[in-house]
């Protein structure tokens, strides 16, 4: 399997990107950028203003939350998905604990995104939709 195609996998498992389709998910890919991180390198720190949405390809991260570790993202996992959605303080700190390589979207290329191709915003929609749904059933357990 190509790095695109495995790109391509893991954007559709964001639930956030989860109604796009193959070919929706190769523009996202198309404006996105590949950033090698190296170790201990803070890539989101909670409480300041994120602009940017990060799916790691390879490595690990550490996640915290008020200076304790609450987390750890590896290769496939996603996060700041909802820095491309609203311009509000990061609710935790990712660090990279080994070399990472990870794929970034900013905010303004997911803008263009919606700009430019119909339909894009409402299955957006519908990918927000189902996260929310999601969490609510968590939160009833």
């Known amino acids: ?9 893991h954007l559709a498992q964001v639930p956030l990107f989860s109604a796009l389709s193959r070919k929706e998910l190769a523009l996202v890919a198309r ?31 550490a996640v915290s939350r008020r200076g304790r570790k609450i987390a750890t993202l590896g290769p496939g996992d ?9 311009k509000a303080p990061r609710n935790a700190t990712v660090t990279a604990q080994t070399a990472m390589e990870v794929v970034v979207l900013g905010q303004r290329e997911f803008g263009g995104l919606i700009d430019e191709v119909p339909g894009f915003a409402r299955k957006l929609l519908a ?9 609510d059933a968590k939160s009833v357990q």
């Open 1 to 9: 399997m190509s790095r695109r195609d495995a790109f391509l996998d």
């Open 31 to 61: 404006r996105a950028e590949d950033v090698n991180v190296d170790p201990g390198r803070v890539l989101v720190s909670e409480g300041s203003t994120g602009s940017e949405f990060f799916v790691i390809i390879e490595g690990d991260a």
């Open 78 to 86: 996603a996060f700041g998905e909802l820095a491309l959605l609203d």
């Open 127 to 135: 990918g927000m939709a189902r996260r929310l749904r999601d969490a």
